[in-house]
C-alpha cells in the first residue's frame, strides 16, 4: 500500500531530515533524480540525450534551486540547458551558480528558446505554494509544445486538494520527493506518470494521511475459493435492483456479483425473469422479503425513489447485514433520511455517490477538497463513504482514506455503477471490511474498464465482460 502525505507533514519532516544532513545534499539527490527522468524523456522522445535542447522554467526559492541543479547535471551529459528565470532576484543562488559554471545559459521570459525545446522543465513553485499560475509563467507555457516534467508537481495545481482555479501546468511526467502528495494521486492528469525519488524521509513522516492500494493489496485480499468452500461459504450476496421497465441495473449488478465471486447470487425484484435469462445461477424472486438469507445486500440501482423503492431500502437496512446502497437508494436516504432508522447502528453501510448524489445527500457538492468532502460525509453517515469520479475516494467513519488508481476515463458510461456496486456487494458478502471492499472492487472495476476500453470507449456489459480478465491480472505475478 502506498502512503500519501499532506504538504505540512511533508514539511514538518524535511526540515527534521535537514536539521543533520550537510547542506544542499537533499536538493542535489533530488535534482539527480529530476536529471535522470529527464534524460529518460529525451530518450523517448528524440532517441538521445546528448545534443538535445532543454529550458528550465523557474521560479523562487527551493523549487526552482532543484530544476537549476537539474540542468547542471544534464549539461555534464551533453543538453543544451536554458534557464527562464521569472525571478531573478529570487533564484536559488547555488543552483544558479551550478548551472552556469556547466555551461548553461540564462534568457528572459521573451527570450526564451521555448518552441525549440525538446524538454521544458517546470521548477516554478513547489509545494508551498497555492493557486494558478502568474501571468508571466502561464505566458511562458503557452507557448510550451515540447513534453513537460515537473519538479515536485505541476505548478498552479493545489499539493493537498488538486485544485486548478487557473492556469496550470500539465505534465507529461513528474518528479517527486521524499513523500507522495495528494496531488499526485487526485489529479493524475495534471501530474502524468509520477516518479518517485527516495530522500530518507520515512522515518520522520509517521501514518500516511491518505493511502493507495499496490498490486499485492489487491491480489492477496480478493477472495477465491478454498478446497473446503462451498456456495454458501463463500458468502450470498443479495441484489435488489432493476424494474420490470429497465432491467439493465438488475442485469449489471447481479452479473457483477456471479463474476466477483459470489457463492450465490439472490436477487429480489421485479426484474426477475429477465435476471434469470441472462444469468441462470441466480436464484431470483419477486420481492425482497421472500429472497431468503445474504450475507450482504446491493441495493438502489433503477428501484425508483418512491415508495416501493423506500420499503425496499429498509428492509435492506433492517436485515442485519453489510449493505452497499447506490444511485436509488442514496436519493431516498436524501429525501427520507428517517429510512436509516431501520439500520443497526453497528451494522456496515457503504454509499457510493457519484458528484450529483453526493450534493442531493449532504447539501453541497464535493467541491475542490474531495477527501476532506468524502471524510464528512463518512463521519456524519456513519458509513463508508465512496465518492466516484476519475479519482475514486473512500473514506470511513474514522476519516481512513483510500484514493483509487485512474485507468484512463473508460468507465464514464451509463451502467458502470451498476457493475461496480455488484463487485462491492460480493466482497461484502465475504466479509471483507467495507472499506477494504470499496477499495478493491473500485480497483478490478477500473482494471476491466480499461480491459473493456482496449483504447476506445466501451460499455458497462463489456466492463461486466472484462471482470475475470482483471481478477485474473492481479492475482498474476506484477498484476
Known sequence: MRGIW???????????????TPEGALMRRAAYGVAVRAAELLTEHTGRVAGTRVVLVVGAGNNGGDALWAGHFLRRRGVGVTAVLLRPDKAHPAGLAALRRA???????????IENADLVIDGVVGISARGPLRPEAAAVFSRVTAPVLAVDLPSGVDPDTGAVAGPAVRATSTVTFGALKPVHVVRPEYCGDTVFVDLGLADEL????????????????????????????????????????????AVLAAG???????????????????????????????????????QAWVVGPGIGTGREGRDVLATALGQGVPVCADADAITIIARHPEVLDARDPDTPLLLTPHDGEFERLTGSAPGDDRVAAAREAARRFHAVILLKGHCTVIADPQGEVLVNRPRGAWLATAGSGDVLSGLIGSLLAAGLDPWWAAGLAADVHARAGEIAAGGAPTSASRVL???????????????
Open 103 to 113: 555551461g548553461g545559459t540564462v534568457r528572459t521570459a521573451a527570450e526564451a528558446p
Open 206 to 249: 509517521g501514518e500516511p494521511d491518505l493511502r493507495q492500494l499496490d498490486d499485492t493489496d489487491v491480489a492477496e485480499r480478493w477472495p477465491l475459493p478454498g478446497p473446503q468452500d462451498n456456495k454458501y461459504t463463500q458468502g450470498v450476496t443479495g441484489v435488489a435492483a432493476g424494474s420490470s421497465t429497465y432491467p439493465g441495473a
Open 465 to 479: 465482460a472484462a471482470v475475470p480478465d482483471a481478477i485474473r491480472q492481479v492475482r498474476s505475478p506484477g498484476g
Open 6 to 20: 499532506t504538504t505540512p507533514r511533508v514539511r514538518a519532516a524535511e526540515e527534521r531530515l535537514l536539521a543533520r
Open 256 to 294: 457483477a456479483a456471479v463474476s466477483a465471486k459470489a457463492g450465490m447470487v439472490r436477487y429480489a425484484g421485479p426484474a426477475a425473469d429477465v435476471v434469470r435469462s441472462h444469468w441462470p445461477e441466480v436464484v431470483a424472486t419477486g420481492s425482497i422479503t421472500d429472497a431468503g438469507r445474504v
